[in-house]
Structure formats: C-alpha cells, structure tokens
C-alpha cells in the first residue's frame, strides 16, 4: 500500500511541476507578447501624407510601366544598390537591376497587353523605409493564349534614394489557393 501512496505522491509532484512549468512559460509568452506589442505600439507611427503620395506615386509608376511594357522603366524605380532584387510570381529570384529588367522583358514579350488594379495596399514604416503589402489584378493578353486575370499579392521594401522612393526588394506571388480558411478577418 504504501508503494501506492508513493507512487500516488510522484504523480503528484510531476502533476505539480508540469502545472508549474505550463505557468511559467504562459507568463514567459505573455511578457514576450506584451513586449512586442509595446514595440508594434512605437513602430506603428503613421506615415507622413507626404511620405505616402510618394509611395502611391511609386506604385502607381509600376502599374504605369507594366502597361507600358517596359522593363527599362521597371529597372529605373529599383535601387541603384546591388544587393536589389525581385521575386517573380513564378518564384524565379532576379538579383541586381539588370536581371530585373531582364526578367520583367521576358515577361512583356508574351503578352500583347497588361494593365494592374491594386485591390489593397498597406503600407508600414520600418526604418529608414517603407514595407508595402498588397494585391493586385492584372487583366492579361497573352500573345499565344485568351485574355485572363492574374492575382498577385506582393510585398517590398522601399527607401528614399537621391530624392526619390525607390524598391529595394519585391517579392510577388500567386495565390496558390482561392480562398484561406487560416487567413485573419479583421
């Protein structure tokens, strides 16, 4: 009986020190949370109204140049840094300006026509920059295909560079799904 009550007491004291260690890394993740929630709270400064027509203006010259078809004005509203590079939808990676022209020349050579329509955009302050994310739908005509819609959804990092907002990176994707079920609703 009292190997029982012995054993009964293990339980007990794993029971315990399992009840206390799920407490403490709770009050851990809830003092990790509320510091970065501290931290979100300084970083979430609202953009200037100046800093954000330049933005606009930016992406709107992006729109500009993909119906336009031209790649060289694509090249031009990259960094001058050669660490710049682009992630296409398809997910080839495009380091440095001239193989985002080329990449983005490639790409207008098999379509008759392409205009975007941004559908969202968020645009977020991080140093001495900019993070955007956003979606957008290309209205399509490919030279060998029926006209199409493409959804991309992207984000980038853009900077102040000679006065003037430029991209340093930007990463643009396909949905791989419609819809998504893990998605936040706000």
Do not use: C
């Given at each position: 009986?009292?190997?029982?009550?012995?054993?009964?007491?293990?339980?007990?004291?794993?029971?315990?020190?399992?009840?206390?260690?799920?407490?403490?890394?709770?009050?851990?993740?809830?003092?990790?949370?509320?510091?970065?929630?501290?931290?979100?709270?300084?970083?979430?400064?609202?953009?200037?109204?100046?800093?954000?027509?330049?933005?606009?203006?930016?992406?709107?010259?992006?729109?500009?140049?993909?119906?336009?078809?031209?790649?060289a004005m694509v090249e031009?509203?990259?960094?001058?840094?050669?660490?710049?590079?682009?992630?296409?939808?398809?997910?080839?990676?495009?380091?440095?300006?001239?193989?985002?022209?080329?990449?983005?020349?490639?790409?207008?050579?098999?379509?008759?026509?392409?205009?975007?329509?941004?559908?969202?955009?968020?645009?977020?302050?991080?140093?001495?920059?900019?993070?955007?994310?956003?979606?957008?739908?290309?209205?399509?005509?490919?030279?060998?295909?029926?006209?199409?819609?493409?959804?991309?959804?992207?984000?980038?990092?853009?900077?102040?560079?000679?006065?003037?907002?430029?991209?340093?990176?930007?990463?643009?994707?396909?949905?791989?799904?419609?819809?998504?079920?893990?998605?936040?609703?706000?």
């Amino acid at each position: 009986m009292k190997r029982n009550e012995k054993a009964l007491s293990r339980r007990q004291m794993l029971g315990r020190a399992a009840g206390l260690s799920g407490l403490a890394l709770t009050g851990g993740v809830a003092s990790i949370f509320a510091r970065e929630m501290e931290r979100g709270v300084q970083t979430t400064r609202a953009l200037d109204e100046k800093v954000l027509a330049a933005n606009r203006e930016l992406d709107r010259r992006l729109l500009e140049a993909h119906k336009l078809k031209d790649a060289a004005m694509v090249e031009g509203l990259f960094s001058a840094s050669p660490d710049v590079f682009f992630i296409s939808p398809g997910g080839s990676l495009n380091k440095g300006r001239d193989s985002i022209r080329r990449s983005f020349q490639l790409f207008f050579d098999h379509l008759e026509s392409i205009q975007g329509d941004i559908k969202e955009i968020s645009y977020i302050p991080a140093g001495d920059g900019v993070i955007a994310v956003g979606t957008v739908i290309y209205s399509r005509k490919p030279k060998s295909a029926p006209a199409d819609q493409r959804v991309v959804i992207w984000t980038d990092y853009r900077r102040l560079e000679g006065g003037k907002w430029v991209y340093v990176f930007r990463h643009a994707h396909w949905p791989v799904e419609t819809s998504n079920p893990a998605a936040t609703r706000e």
